[in-house]
């Protein structure tokens, strides 16, 4: 049997990968999840309901993304204080921010179900979609709170120490969504009201199930007691988590600026083909998002400990991890992109040639979105919200934008899919000026 790995390890590069892959494996069955759900819909509802899920998921994203600033910006900072020799206060503060995580999202539930109408329309959907995007949008928004705790789950069960254990919830959840598909779309014919039914009850059982272990007594390093007001705790997490609010909010705005584009230079098949390429590149980015997931709270825990050493020691072993996996994903995703494509839209010939030229000028972009991705979790993990707000927001809100707007002026439609990779070559010049400058103040790297 192997021994249970402890932030406060030494870790070698096999103890690094070790201990992220639960976390890596969490992300991509998600991503993979996202993808069946895209199956189901495009093969037995049709372009229309695939587009129309495309267009309102990314606002639906926006309502959640408060679970990604408590579940960054909270483990980063619960792990800290654990580095610091603080159980009971760690504890303290992983209890206010599951509580005020779900009540936030039962809030943001009640204010985005009046706005999916308005919200269909400014997004660009046409009379066909607008019933189908309120309807999935609806069915979506009863699951919010228990959303906005799955997400936020993702990451502590890392700081808990029980990677795994949130890896085996993210397969229940997961299986129980590709089921519910099988048999809402595909067996009752119920479309995308299938579609979003099948989410939303899949994301009930991945909130609760957390919710449940952590109530009752257990073998981790945190435990669900009675909350205390700490307002101190919730500025820092959300400091934390800046940069995770701020590259999914700018996550919706690109996603938003590219369906308004590709209506505007292709049509309903622009969007499609972006659909079919968010799933895709979801699935890839996913292996390096998760990376980041499992080695931030291990470089929280040292950074909280004041062992430079071993900061130095998980950073450098980092980036050759994510060089070799950029490499590899970026291989795989040209020899792949065809038959992925296919899954989606066999059923036409032209929107599946477009797809896949696109998926693979997309695919350049996995060569550095790893860096400037670990780059702004890096230091979200080193309660540096600041610095990883301005490298994420400058990487997808600035230069994806800009490249977004302007580069299909000159090249047409291909500037549309080109966009990515212009942004990731601009951002990677921010991040690493930003890993320098602060290495010498953290330790992580030598002076």
């Known amino acids: 049997m192997k021994k249970t790995i402890l932030l406060s390890d030494h870790f070698t590069i096999r103890k690094l990968f070790r201990f992220t892959v639960p976390a890596m494996m969490m992300m991509v069955f998600i991503s993979i999840y996202s993808v069946i759900d895209g199956f189901f819909v495009s093969n037995f509802a049709g372009t229309t309901s695939f587009a129309a899920l ?6 639906l994203m926006f309502l959640s993304v408060i679970g990604f600033v408590f579940g960054a910006g909270g483990t980063a900072l619960i792990a800290k204080t654990l580095g610091e020799e603080k159980p ?25 179900w009046p706005l999916l109408d308005n919200v269909s329309v400014m997004l660009g959907a046409d009379e066909a979609m607008v019933d189908e995007c309120v309807i999935y949008g609806r069915i979506m928004l009863l699951a919010m709170p228990f959303f906005i705790l799955q997400i936020m789950f993702h ?17 229940i959840s997961g299986g129980l969504n590709m089921l519910l598909d099988a048999l809402f779309i595909a067996g009752f014919g119920w ?33 669900l007691c009675r909350p205390v007001f700490d307002s101190t705790a919730l500025r820092q997490t959300c400091f934390n988590g800046i940069s995770e609010f701020f590259s999914n909010v700018s996550a919706t ?37 998760g990376y980041g997931m499992g080695s931030g709270p291990i470089v929280s825990f040292h950074y909280g400990a004041g062992n430079r050493d071993e900061l130095r020691n998980v950073f450098t072993k980092s980036m050759m991890l994510i060089g070799i996996m950029g490499l590899t994903e970026f291989f795989l995703a040209q020899f792949l992109a065809r038959p992925l494509a296919h899954i989606f839209v066999s059923y036409d010939p032209d929107l599946l040639a477009l797809t896949t030229r696109a998926l693979r000028i997309y695919s350049v972009s996995f060569l550095l979105m790893g860096f400037n991705g670990y ?31 302007l580069l299909p002026t000159f090249f047409g439609v291909s500037g549309i899919w080109y966009a990515i990779v212009f942004a990731e070559v601009a951002a990677l010049v921010l991040a690493a000026t930003m890993l320098v400058r602060n290495g010498g103040k953290y330790g992580y790297l030598r002076r």
């Open 375 to 405: 780059a702004s979790a890096f230091f979200t993990a080193l309660n540096n919200g600041l610095v990883s707000a301005l490298i994420s927001t400058n990487r997808t809100l600035v230069c994806e934008t800009l490249a977004v707007l």
């Open 54 to 59: 495309n267009l309102i998921y990314p606002f």
């Open 155 to 171: 990451s502590l069960f890392v700081a808990a120490e029980k990677p795994n254990l949130g890896l085996v919830v993210t397969l």
């Open 253 to 289: 705005v690109v996603s938003m600026l590219y369906n308004l584009q590709l209506m505007k230079h292709i049509g309903e098949d622009g969007v499609a083909a972006y659909g079919v390429i968010m799933y895709v590149a979801f699935i890839f980015a996913a292996v390096m998002i």
């Open 88 to 112: 009971a206060e760690a504890n303290r503060i992983f209890s206010l921010l599951i509580y005020t995580g779900a009540l936030v999202g039962v809030f943001f539930a009640a204010v985005g």
């Open 191 to 223: 479309g995308l009201k299938g579609a979003a039914w099948a989410t939303a009850l899949s994301q009930m059982v991945g909130g609760v199930i957390p919710l449940i272990y952590f109530i009752v007594p257990n073998s981790s390093r945190l435990q």
